[in-house]
């Protein structure tokens, strides 16, 4: 069981909304910047916001993050048949002295 | 660009050793870390190690007693090595940077697949 509390799945319609939660604790979450990544199995996770609400060049603006206490959340607007995969969060754990990622979410397009 | 490289299979209670081949960046940037990240199949991804070019680690938790992280800054890579290896260490293992302060992860290595078996 991770520090970091994420739903197994998630499912909506192309071009409808999901998001995602990611739970923590005052020495996770609460305490440090939040980033999430959207995986496959077997390839390389790609960094899809940083510093809880920050998305990198070529990231499209589908994507939104936010975060609120101990508990950020991942928004993908626009869903597309393209944006079925996993999404982890991850953070410093200050407590653990440990970076530490969530359950991926499996997200899918019904 | 990161490119990791070592044994695709390794005998039980034998250790691990990979390497991460760092192109295109600096390793002796002081804007980074630099970390291995590894997910066992069904699993979540879980970090492992990270150094910075001053040579400063940092070491999960529930492994830092098997794990060693290094790095050669003449050569722009650095390596993991995860001794007593068993079964339950098989998994892809990525090589990633770290950006400073955000300690966000970006990018990362295709990854390697590790196999433990006799």
């Known amino acids: 069981q991770s520090v970091l509390t994420q739903p197994p799945s998630v499912s909506a319609a192309p071009g409808e909304k999901v998001t995602i939660s990611c739970s923590g604790s005052s020495s996770n979450i609460g305490d440090n910047r939040v980033s999430w990544y959207q995986h496959l199995p077997g390839t390389a996770p790609k960094l899809l916001i940083y510093d809880n609400d920050k998305r990198p060049s070529g990231i499209p603006d589908r994507f939104s993050g936010s975060k609120s206490g101990t508990s950020a959340t991942l928004g993908i607007n626009g869903l597309q048949a393209g944006d079925e995969a996993d999404y982890s969060c991850g953070t410093w754990d200050s407590s653990l002295s440990g970076y530490v990622f969530g359950d991926a979410t499996k997200v899918t397009v019904l | 660009q990161l490119h990791e490289s070592g044994p695709g299979l390794v005998r039980p209670s034998d250790t691990l050793s990979l390497t991460c081949n760092v192109s295109?960046?600096?390793?002796?940037?002081?804007?980074?870390?630099w970390a291995w990240v590894r997910q066992a199949p069904g699993r979540r991804l879980e970090w492992l190690a990270s150094?910075?070019?001053?040579?400063?680690?940092y070491y999960s938790p529930s492994l830092k007693n098997r794990l060693t992280i290094s790095a050669d800054v003449a050569e722009n890579l650095f390596s993991l090595s995860l001794s007593s290896v068993t079964a339950a260490d098989t998994a892809l293992y990525h090589c990633?940077?770290?950006?400073?302060?955000?300690?966000?992860?970006?990018?990362w290595g295709q990854g390697i697949l590790v196999t433990v078996s006799s």
């Open positions: 150094i910075y070019y001053t040579g400063k680690t």
């Open positions: 990633v940077r770290v950006v400073r302060p955000y300690n966000c992860f970006d990018p």
């Open positions: 295109g960046d600096s390793f002796s940037s002081g804007s980074y870390y």
